[in-house]
């Protein structure tokens, strides 16, 4: 098998090529945009691959028709600004939108299996649902322009019919190793576990919705490990395409979380509750949790691993150990 996977120096995309790395399959180009990052290239070290290339220059060489014979059985496109805090709204529609669709297009034109990371994000603050059989998804209404971007690449997949040949992965908090590199967007198991290290104590957000307690605020957390082995149902079924969640279906609150890191490192429990920024407290999402019942029935029957099994595992075989997949 002959695969592309884009953003594969990245969190999900590094643990994408170390998946199929544990299937044998090393004919793998890899494609991301390193820049003057000093961690994001150590995800890399352990992996195998054929070829790395940068960005801009392979999407040059994608509209060029540089890879038209090429041969490529997949690409799985997981390269994506993924800041919910990015302002830079023209900057999103390139990278998420634009690229995508040079992407979508030459897959389409060469044959070439689609496998693409859209967002939870989508979903805005829930009102609607998060059901990933809803076709309408026109109607969603995202909170931050991240999650407008993946929407605008949803809607021009279906519009198109594109999307009937190829496979959208609503990712919802994903988390685990090789997400080192990813600054203030970290995940919140990470950032607890250098706060525990440093302070002995975890600040989370009060709440400001009298639904839920302070850090009781729910979240449909999901182990990357999970996410790549979701991912590869798609790569080994063909037949399947459409928008589906990948989540674990069951929603925790982040005292949970908090809870289980505190655990794996053979600590108590020390939370501190600190007031939310004005700044974030308009779009925040109180509650997230993953309809699982359309990966289901396209034949996906792996259990999940716990919040608590994934934690312990993320907390002791690599933070601990300052380790990456």
Request: proline content about 2%; hydrophobic content about 35%; overall charge negative.
């Amino acid at each position: 098998m002959k695969v592309i996977v884009t953003g594969g120096a990245g969190f999900i995309g590094s643990a994408m090529v170390w998946a199929l790395n544990q299937r044998g399959i090393t004919d793998i180009l890899v494609v991301d945009h390193l820049g003057d990052n000093p961690d994001k290239w150590k995800n890399l070290r352990k992996l195998k691959y054929t070829d790395y290339m940068e960005r801009e220059e392979f999407i040059e060489q994608i509209e060029d028709g540089a890879f038209d014979e090429c041969g490529f059985d997949v690409i799985i496109h997981l390269g994506a600004c993924s800041s919910t805090t990015q302002t830079d709204c023209s900057y999103l529609v390139h990278n998420n939108y634009e690229f995508s669709k040079s992407l979508a297009i030459y897959a389409d034109e060469n044959n070439v299996r689609f496998i693409y990371a859209s967002s939870a994000a989508t979903y805005g603050d829930g009102e609607k649902g998060f059901d990933d059989d809803n076709i309408a998804s026109e109607s969603l209404i995202p909170l931050n322009m991240y999650g407008y971007s993946k929407q605008m690449f949803d809607n021009w997949m279906r519009q198109t019919g594109l999307l009937d040949k190829a496979v959208a992965c609503k990712f919802f908090n994903v988390f685990g190793p090789n997400e080192y590199h990813k600054g203030s967007m970290r995940s919140f198991i990470l950032k607890s576990y250098e706060q525990i290290k440093e302070t002995g104590k975890v600040k989370l957000f009060k709440s400001y919705n009298p639904d839920y307690k302070d850090g009781e605020m729910l979240r449909d957390f999901v182990y990357v490990k999970d996410i790549v082995q979701m991912i590869m149902h798609f790569v080994d079924n063909n037949e399947l395409h459409g928008i589906y969640n990948m989540g674990t279906g069951k929603a925790r609150n982040w005292n949970d979380l908090v809870k289980a890191t505190f655990k794996a490192m053979g600590l108590e429990p020390n939370i501190e509750y600190i007031e939310m920024p004005m700044s974030i407290r308009n779009q925040y999402q109180y509650f997230t949790e993953a309809k699982m019942d359309k990966l289901k029935a396209a034949g996906y029957d792996k259990p999940t691993y716990t919040l608590e099994e994934a934690i312990t595992d993320y907390v002791q075989n690599y933070l601990m150990k300052n380790e990456r997949l």
